[in-house]
């Protein structure tokens, strides 16, 4: 069992940054695939980031590279998403997820998930 607790969300105005914080228990980070996913209002939920296990490479939605950086810190067992330049099109709910698998990781299909933290980008 992995559980995940997401904070750093909250009200930012567009051009802003957060950066989210996903704090993992029951698991080392480093031996899992990590992703995180938003959901706007009336949308399905999507890929933002991921995160290999071990070697850590690193994949992006094409729309958030270059503005957008998820890390991991393993002593700290949490991953980040650094998210600059942010746009009021980016305000939804964001995930954090988890999974032992390293395939299919720009697909929903995570085993744990988050509660979600709320982004909020104002024009």
């Known amino acids: 069992q992995v559980q995940l607790a997401e904070s750093g969300g ?6 802003g940054s957060l950066r989210l914080s996903c704090a993992a ?3 080392a980070v480093i ?5 995180w996913f938003r959901q706007a209002p009336g949308k399905e939920r999507e890929f933002v980031a991921a995160l290999s296990p071990y070697r850590g490479t690193t994949y992006y939605t094409d729309s958030v590279k270059g503005r957008f950086t ?3 810190d ?3 067992n949490t991953v980040y998403l650094q998210m600059n330049s942010l746009k009021p099109e980016e305000t939804a709910v964001y995930y954090c997820a988890a999974k032992a698998s390293s395939d ?3 697909t929903p299909d995570y085993t744990y998930w988050g509660q979600g ?3 909020t980008v104002s024009s």
């Open 10 to 15: 909250g009200l930012v105005q567009a051009g």
């Open 25 to 27: 228990s029951g698991r």
């Open 31 to 35: 031996g899992v695939a990590m992703g």
């Open 70 to 72: 998820i890390s991991r």
């Open 74 to 76: 393993n002593g700290r």
């Open 104 to 106: 299919g990781l720009t």
């Open 117 to 119: 933290t709320q982004v």
